[in-house]
């Protein structure tokens, strides 16, 4: 079964997660823009959510993370929590 490492950065709006998705495409840090502006409990790892396995996140999610190309930021993604950006940092 696969495995991936992903990070990602959850707002409120669709807006917000535009600008934010700018501001990287500018050369922001991932990391930082996660610590200041994430709703998620990851906020404190730069968004760094470790690895998880097909099914434990929301399909929406995983569809991302086990999808689509790696090191590049997808989104915004909604889910019942808000919109993400999504970042998958590897997959086994």
Excluded: W
């Excluded at 950065?9 to 807006?15: C, E």
């Excluded at 934010?20 to 495409?25: S, T, Y």
């Excluded at 690895?51 to 889910?79: C, S, Y």
């Amino acid at each position: 079964m696969p495995i991936a490492c992903a990070r990602h950065i959850l707002v409120k709006s669709k807006a917000e997660a535009e600008k934010l998705k700018q501001q990287l495409a500018q050369g922001a840090d991932f990391g930082q823009l996660a610590k200041k502006h994430s709703q998620c409990n990851s906020a404190r790892q730069g968004g760094n959510l470790g690895e998880f396995r097909p099914g434990q996140m929301v399909k929406a999610f995983d569809n991302v993370v086990f999808k689509k190309p790696v090191l590049t930021v997808h989104g915004p993604i909604k889910t019942q929590f808000g919109f993400h950006l999504i970042e998958t940092i590897y997959r086994d």
